[in-house]
């Protein structure tokens, strides 16, 4: 169950220092100005946080957080793509919605 919670915080901040990244991840194991860009984006958003300590550890290891943000984002795409394949034949509105949002 801890695991679960963890797992879902982690994700919350994910999608919250991949907000400002877009653009940048799809090239990150390829261009290191990219990678970069990402360290700083993710001191500048922890500051914001108000360096609320539960992201502290996170947070001071900009290298490391910015690959989890690209393993996260593949992940992402991942579970899309089965979502996209298992609908791919007679989406509803709501399924073009929904999917919309998640691209």
Known sequence: RAACYKKGQ???????????LKGLIGNFGFI??????CQKSVVGNYRKLKEDKRYFAK?????????????D?????EELEVVLNSRRDFPSKED????KEQC
Not at 96 to 99: F, K
């Open 59 to 71: 947070c001071h290891q900009p290298n490391e957080l910015c690959l989890e943000l690209l393993d």
């Open 10 to 20: 982690d994700r919350m901040l994910n999608r919250y220092f991949q907000e400002g």
């Open 96 to 99: 073009c919605v929904e999917l």
């Open 73 to 77: 984002i593949s992940a992402q795409s």
């Open 32 to 37: 290191t100005s990219n990678l970069e860009k």
